[in-house]
C-alpha cells in the first residue's frame, strides 16, 4: 500500500509526522530515501517530537552513524541511523545494524541504499520528494505487501 503525505511548509511538519504515526502500526524498519536536502533529518526529527522524544535531543548522527532515544511517553527505544558516511555494508555489520534491526525497536534509517541488503523485508519505505519550484515535500510512504 503506497500513501503520500503532502508537507506544503514547515509549520506543516508537525502535523505531517502525525500523520505518518498513523501508518506505523506495528512495523519497526524505516528507509528513508531522497536526494541531500530534501528534508530526511528534518522529517524524522518531527518524528521523533510526535513519538515523545524531546524536541532537542533528536538531530543528525551524521558523525555517530547511530544515535538512541528514549520516548518521554512510552519509554520505546528508537535509534536514527544515518548511512551515509559508511564505505561499505561491512561497516554496518560490525556496527550491529542487524541486531538493531532485529531488536523490535523503531529504527529511522537515512541512506538506506548504503545498506540495502541488510534491511529487513518488512522495512517500510519512505521516498521524500521536493517540488524545488514551491518548496513542499511529499512523503511516499509505502508499506510491506502482508
Known sequence: MKK???????????AAAH????LMGDY?????RG?????????IAALCRALGVESDMANSPSFAIINEYRSDTTAELIYHFDCYRLESEAEAVDLGAEDYFDCGAIC?????????DLLPDDTVEVQVNVNHD?????????LPEQ
Do not use: H, Q, S
Open 108 to 116: 529511522l534509517v537515512e541512506w538506506p541504499e548504503r545498506i540495502e
Open 28 to 32: 519497526t524498519v524505516y528507509a528513508f
Open 134 to 142: 514551491t518548496g513542499e515535500r511529499t512523503l511516499v510512504v509505502t
Open 35 to 43: 536526494e541531500m536536502g530534501a528534508g530526511k533529518t528534518t522529517f
Open 19 to 22: 500523520e505518518f504515526l498513523g
Open 4 to 14: 503520500e503525505i503532502l508537507v506544503p511548509n514547515l509549520e506543516a511538519l508537525d
